[in-house]
Antibody, heavy 114, light 109 residues
Framework: QVQLVESGGGVVQPGTSLRLSCAASGFTFSSFGFHWVRQPPGKGLQWVALISSDGNDKYYADSVKGRFATSRDNSKNTLYLQMSSLRPEDTAIYYC???????WGQGTLVTVSS | EIVLTQSPTTLSLSPGERATLSCRTSQSVSSSLAWFQQKPGQAPRLLIYNTSNRATGIPARFSGSGSGTDFTLTISSLEPEDFAVYYCQHRSSWPPSWTFGQGTKVEIK
């Protein structure tokens, strides 16, 4: 069955970096683009980034452009989100989601606080 | 940037009743409109894509309609498991991105 499992979340100080991973199984990973979506505690959904199936095309929300970078390793069936210069407003649950949103991971919580 | 506005913010209904949720977009989005359900502590779940297509495994009591700037999610008869938050979503083709509405909470009356 299709599974997406995020990891790498935690508590970090403002200005630092963190890398999230999303491990996929149960389907042909290299055939699909993926999105990152975040949800601040008690709030709605915010789109963060998109990466194409081959990893050559990447798009970002204005709020994270220049600070976040998404990548993928199709040999490892894994998606990444490198987050730098983290701010308190980046505190959220971060989800990876397959192309049209038909499958989502369970999310990983990132807390940015001093 | 397209803005999605959902109404109402909260819908208080009893099991068995019909739920009608609205999503209005700030400009026409053709049929690129989806609906997601989210329960506490869970990831969003795709219900409807391209305005009216049910995702795999979604019960027939969920239906979507609309076009242009006005879209509706209808739950014909609420089951206990349907009480949740619902988000509409637009998928932009260029630049590729997703935009979500602020959500409608369907709560037990």
């Amino acid at each position: 069955q299709v599974q997406l499992v995020e990891s790498g979340g935690g508590v970090v100080q403002p200005g630092t970096s963190l890398r999230l991973s999303c491990a996929a199984s149960g389907f042909t990973f290299s055939s699909f683009g993926f999105h990152w979506v975040r949800q601040p505690p008690g709030k709605g959904l915010q789109w963060v980034a998109l990466i194409s199936s081959d990893g050559n095309d990447k798009y970002y929300a204005d709020s994270v452009k220049g600070r976040f970078a998404t990548s993928r390793d199709n040999s490892k069936n894994t998606l990444y989100l490198q987050m730098s210069s983290l701010r308190p407003e980046d505190t959220a649950i971060y989800y990876c989601a397959r192309r049209i949103g038909d499958y989502w991971g369970q999310g990983t919580l990132v807390t940015v606080s001093s | 940037e397209i803005v999605l506005t959902q109404s109402p913010t909260t819908l208080s209904l009893s099991p068995g009743e019909r739920a009608t949720l609205s999503c209005r977009t700030s400009q026409s989005v053709s049929s690129s409109l989806a609906w997601f359900q989210q329960k506490p502590g869970q990831a969003p779940r795709l219900l409807i894509y391209n305005t009216s297509n049910r995702a795999t495994g979604i019960p027939a009591r969920f239906s979507g309609s609309g076009s242009g700037t006005d879209f509706t999610l209808t739950i014909s008869s609420l089951e206990p498991e349907d009480f949740a938050v619902y988000y509409c979503q637009h998928r932009s083709s260029w630049p590729p991105s997703w935009t979500f509405g602020q959500g409608t909470k369907v709560e037990i009356k």
